[in-house]
Nanobody, 122 residues
Framework: QVQLVESGGGLVQAGGSLRLSCAAS????????MGWFRQAPGKEREFVSA????????NYADSVKGRFTISRDNAKNTVYLQMNSLKPEDTAVYYC???????????????WGQGTQVTVSS
């Protein structure tokens, strides 16, 4: 069993930056692919970014490419999402996710965090 807890969400002005953190439980964290999804009001949950178990490969949705950066620190059992140049369209609840194999578009992760609200004002 893996438990994920997000933090770092909040209110920020357009053009600003925010860093989300996701703390994972267990000693098997390093074996999981990790990622982030988001869900805006009235919208379906969408893929944002993912990183492989060893941090060797990352992937981003086109909407955030060049602005967001995903990273992980296996020693701390933590994955991060650095969000720069934030836009009002980025407003959503952001969810951390973990999977034993792969995280990406069209894949249902094995585990989800509770979500953290990110609000970008215009």
């Amino acid at each position: 069993q893996v438990q994920l807890v997000e933090s770092g969400g909040g209110l920020v002005q357009a053009g600003g930056s925010l860093r989300l953190s996701c703390a994972a439980s267990g000693r098997t964290f390093s074996s999981y692919a990790m990622g982030w999804f988001r869900q805006a009001p009235g919208k379906e949950r969408e893929f944002v970014s993912a990183i492989t178990w060893n941090g060797g490969s990352t992937n981003y949705a086109d909407s955030v490419k060049g602005r967001f950066t995903i990273s992980r620190d296996n020693a701390k059992n933590t994955v991060y999402l650095q969000m720069n140049s934030l836009k009002p369209e980025d407003t959503a609840v952001y969810y951390c996710a973990a999977d034993s194999s792969y995280v990406g578009v069209g894949v249902k992760p094995d585990y989800w965090g509770q979500g953290t609200q990110v609000t970008v004002s215009s």
